[in-house]
């Protein structure tokens, strides 16, 4: 969040700068200036949305994974898919594995240096399910 805050403090400052070149005519690199504000202003509103998306929606996507955690545990230990029925065996596998490769990616998303500001701490609190 502060990240965010800070480029878009920069784009503002670099945006009155420009702003305030073009109509005192000053210099002549004003230009340079509204583009890099432009630039950080841009960068500070996508990076805005991808956080705001993420943790307006973190709740429910917790849930969800723990929802599909529940369902997947269930279906594995009740062994509802036999040696008789190969493809749902399979599914079910390919499920686990997906759910498992899911929770790992984002708890690294969240481990991030660059970008785990925008990623919730939620993923740590997911248990992974083994075979």
């Not at 036999?82 to 969240?110: C, F």
Request: glycine share 6%; hydrophobic share 50%; charged share 20%.
């Amino acid at each position: 969040m502060l990240l965010i805050a800070l480029l878009a403090v920069l784009g503002l400052i670099f945006l009155g700068v420009g702003i305030g070149m073009w109509k005192h005519n000053e210099w002549s690199c004003y230009e340079g200036f509204i583009i890099l504000a432009v630039i950080l202003l841009v960068v500070a509103i996508t990076l805005g949305c991808i956080s705001w998306h993420e943790y307006a929606f973190r709740d429910a996507t917790f849930e969800a994974q723990l929802l599909k955690y529940n369902s997947l545990v269930t279906q594995l230990d009740g062994d509802y898919y036999n040696k008789i029925t190969y493809d749902g065996r399979k599914a079910l596998m390919d499920d686990i594995v997906n759910y498992n490769i899911s929770v790992v990616h984002n708890r690294a998303r969240h481990h991030s240096r660059w970008i785990g500001a925008l990623y919730p701490e939620d993923w740590d609190a997911l248990p992974l399910i083994e075979f």
